[in-house]
T-cell receptor
Framework: GENVEQHPSTLSVQEGDSAVIKCTYSDSASNYFPWYKQELGKRPQLIIDIRSNVGEKKDQRIAVTLNKTAKHFSLHITETQPEDSAVYFCAALKGGSYIPTFGRGTSLIVHP | GAVVSQHPSWVICKSGTSVKIECRSLDFQATTMFWYRQFPKQSLMLMATSNEGSKATYEQGVEKDKFLINHASLTLSTLTVTSAHPEDSSFYIC?????????FGPGTRLLVL
């Protein structure tokens, strides 16, 4: 089955810096890659996603890049703010399956 | 956007009792819902896939007789933790999918004394 590795497990940055979280996947049939943000004690919420026919997608301060050949995708957050502090999960799904395989999560801490 | 509710948000119960958690899709119909368990500072662990009108599909290692799932309608799935024990204490989250996207409920924090 699919295996998703996520790094780093913890990321600490100063407000205004950029943050990058990386994920690798094992199944080349995976074609949909969502990112979820989970604030402490709250539900995970989809923040951005990318499909395998696209190399990059951007939404304001967040962007996701995908390298299908290397089977890795990354979340980029620019101009980080304290409210970006949360746990971020990447996931991978393959066509025909609606069950995502989640990464282990990255705890992002943005210091004011 | 799609909204999923979950009830109760937290529950404390005595060891040996059963607890029912409800998951509802509020503004859409969900033929498939998912139940996850999350330990502190850990990822989401899929317990089972709940299919409307049919039996749930459980992940390996999840006891189906202990975690009873019922998906009686297109907007409601329930998870019953039977004969709960302290080791069942956890954060339980449901989700419903719209195409590939999962919309999560707010979670239920269960504490078994």
């Amino acid at each position: 089955g699919e295996n998703v590795e996520q790094h780093p497990s913890t990321l600490s940055v100063q407000e205004g810096d950029s943050a990058v979280i990386k994920c690798t996947y094992s199944d080349s049939a995976s074609n949909y890659f969502p990112w979820y943000k989970q604030e402490l004690g709250k539900r995970p919420q989809l923040i951005i996603d990318i499909r395998s026919n696209v190399g990059e997608k951007k939404d304001q301060r967040i962007a996701v890049t995908l390298n299908k050949t290397a089977k890795h995708f990354s979340l980029h957050i620019t101009e980080t703010q304290p409210e970006d502090s949360a746990v971020y999960f990447c996931a991978a799904l393959k066509g025909g399956s609606y069950i995502p395989t989640f990464g282990r999560g990255t705890s992002l801490i943005v210091h004011p | 956007g799609a909204v999923v509710s979950q009830h109760p948000s937290w529950v404390i119960c005595k060891s040996g009792t059963s607890v029912k958690i409800e998951c509802r899709s509020l503004d859409f119909q969900a033929t498939t819902m998912f139940w996850y368990r999350q330990f502190p500072k850990q990822s989401l662990m899929l317990m089972a896939t709940s299919n409307e009108g049919s039996k749930a599909t459980y992940e390996q290692g999840v006891e189906k007789d202990k975690f009873l799932i019922n998906h009686a309608s297109l907007t409601l799935s329930t998870l019953t933790v039977t004969s709960a024990h302290p080791e069942d204490s956890s954060f339980y989250i449901c989700s419903a999918r719209v195409r590939e996207t999962q919309y999560f409920g707010p979670g239920t924090r269960l504490l078994v004394l």
